[in-house]
């Protein structure tokens, strides 16, 4: 089970005596059903789970000794999996009848929307596609039929089931289940809820699990049937990731102490008698933590506030306006208390809001210095800003224009006067005449556009 990575194991024939559960290693578990303990040990069916599928069983009964039946609930899909252990074709047409008679009333149990699998020693011979059973089988297979096949194939046509093992086409030695002397036989069977058809990946028969009998393992493979569902293992915290505030280098102060840091982290590698790998790590190692002693560090995916006007200043006045808040909130119901409570937290809001209006207006305004006036240093932080904007991050609109002196204006009366001057130079003509279509537009001649194809009106 765990060479192949099966999470469903049915046993046929396991002659054992008495039913219940067995704990096996690594949390899989043996759901049993075996004769009295006054009887002589025969028949026995069984099923093994993986871990992951005991964590999803709902529910699982012992019928007889050739029957089990198991619940599950895989995400959005809900299995109902019969284990079977059918009488041998040899046996007398009633007990076959009564057998398959019990079987039917087990899928009675199906709720309508769980999704059927019947699968173990089925005994029987089902033949190959024909008329009447085309739903049911597939073309490929070994084409005998017997009594009990016949049984099974009327228990599939009334339950909407579909025989896998006759729907792929194999080498013989992966379709026949038994070998004995000169007789193969194809009767360990999956048979599968018409509604999972797309769902079946393969059925085949594989040599190479000898468990001490004459039948090899058959083994049916189900794609996308655990959509939706979630492997419910021990939850582990994610290991945190940080990252350095970096935008802090943007200020004087904060950026003259890191080099005056790198520095002295510098002068202790010496690495005239290292190898390059070793020296290149320290120095990495030294810029990092300098810059991680200076600029300190934040959680990645952290929602703490990253904005450079966003300041010690800032989060006071909020501090206390979130205070005042609290304290209004917990006056008493004396009226004049609640009324100066209630003034202190307006004087205090209103603080706070012209507070962080200042603040981010100087920030834009060291924004707009430095994209002007120290362009090639801070192309990262000239692109930077252009890629929040389109991404939506702040407006769809960019409220900065450059002058002829390439200053930046942000003012709306000196954004819009630099438009107008703009389109004025781009228009600019000494002289327009204007006629019919074919007429041309004529303006200051270039001696350059000599050979230059005339544009006229029309095409304007």
Avoid at 132 to 142: I, N
Wanted: proline share 2%; aromatic share 8%.
């Amino acid at each position: 089970m765990k060479e192949r990575e099966l999470d469903v194991v049915c046993m046929s024939e396991t002659k054992r005596k008495g039913s219940g559960t067995e704990e096996l290693p690594g949390g899989a578990l043996a759901l049993l059903s075996g004769v009295p303990e006054s009887e002589n040990a025969c028949q026995g069916v069984g099923v093994l789970l993986s871990s992951r599928l005991v964590d999803v069983m709902t529910e699982y009964k012992v019928v007889n000794s050739r029957l089990l039946w198991v619940r599950f609930k895989l995400g959005l899909t809900k299995l109902f999996l019969l284990a079977v252990y059918a009488p041998v074709a040899s046996s007398s047409r009633a007990e076959l009848e009564e057998f398959w008679e019990n079987v039917r009333e087990v899928l009675d149990l199906d709720r309508g929307n769980e999704r059927i699998v019947v699968c173990g020693d089925l005994n029987g011979w089902v033949g190959t596609a024909r008329p009447g059973y085309e739903s049911v089988l597939g073309k490929f297979g070994d084409k005998r039929v017997n009594d009990a096949g016949k049984l099974i194939l009327a228990v599939c046509k009334e339950k909407g089931l579909l025989v896998t093992n006759t729907m792929f086409n194999r080498k013989k030695i992966h379709m026949y289940i038994r070998e004995r002397k000169n007789e193969r036989s194809m009767i360990d069977l999956f048979l599968v809820d018409d509604r999972l058809r797309k769902q079946v990946m393969d059925t085949r028969v594989f040599r190479g699990a000898d468990l001490g009998t004459d039948h090899y393992l058959v083994i049916t493979r189900f794609r996308g049937l655990f959509a939706g569902w979630r492997y419910r293992t021990a939850v582990t915290e994610p290991q945190s990731v940080c990252r350095i505030r970096s935008w802090k280098l943007q200020e004087a102060d904060t950026r003259d102490k890191y080099h005056a840091r790198v520095a002295e982290k510098l002068d202790t590698i010496d690495g005239r008698n290292e190898c390059v790998e070793r020296t290149w790590r320290n120095l990495r190692d030294g810029m990092v933590s300098a810059a991680e002693e200076v600029c300190g560090t934040i959680k990645r995916g952290s929602s703490k506030r990253r904005d450079a006007w966003w300041n010690d200043k800032v989060k006071e006045a909020v501090k206390k306006k979130k205070k005042a808040w609290l304290d209004y909130l917990a006056s008493s119901n004396d009226k004049d208390m609640r009324e100066k409570m209630k003034e202190r937290y307006r004087l205090q809001k209103v603080h706070t809001k012209a507070l962080i209006e200042e603040v981010r207006e100087r920030c834009r305004m060291e924004t707009d210095e430095r994209l002007s006036h120290n362009f090639k240093e801070n192309s990262k932080l000239f692109w930077k800003e252009v890629g929040r904007t389109r991404s939506g991050a702040t407006a769809l609109r960019m409220n900065k224009v450059l002058s002829r002196t390439n200053d930046v204006l942000s003012e709306k009366s000196d954004v819009m006067q630099r438009w107008s001057e703009f389109y004025r130079e781009i228009y600019a003509c000494d002289d327009l005449s204007e006629g019919s279509g074919d007429d041309a537009v004529t303006g200051t001649p270039d001696p350059d556009l000599d050979d230059t194809e005339v544009i006229n009106m029309k095409e304007i």
